[in-house]
């Protein structure tokens, strides 16, 4: 969702709002992931911008932990745990771990997580 930021509306989203780790780490990876200059520069903007308005939930034992209880529930209706979802799973795992709501653009890649974290939809 942070990639989109720009384009939520301000109501969609709580007075305070935080990122975790996990999410910082997927954005730095953002403009090493394209060949193109001009869009690599727009995504190490995004970065830049997002450690400059952020700190970061850090990704400690309590999510460790809480993450096992996320990969359990994927796991159990079938949906593959590993692989690409594996960030998202993270990130969902530190929400669980913080008691905080989930939000984000694809809420369906956290389908089976509803007895663990509150996810809405932006």
Do not use: C, W
């Amino acid at each position: 969702m942070v990639i989109d930021l720009e384009h939520i509306a301000p109501r969609e989203l709580p007075r305070e709002v935080a990122i975790s780790a996990i999410t910082l780490a997927e954005l730095a990876a953002g403009p090493n992931a394209t060949m193109d200059p001009v869009e690599r520069s727009r995504r190490q903007d995004r970065v830049q911008r997002t450690e400059a308005a952020f700190d970061p939930i850090p990704f400690g034992a309590e999510a460790a932990r809480a993450y096992g209880r996320v990969f359990a529930a994927i796991s159990t209706v079938g949906r593959k745990p590993r692989g690409a979802r594996a960030v998202d799973l993270l990130i969902a795992a530190v929400a669980v771990a913080e008691g905080l709501p989930l939000y984000t653009r694809n809420p369906s890649d956290f389908s089976a997580l509803e007895s663990l974290v509150e996810v809405i939809a932006v």
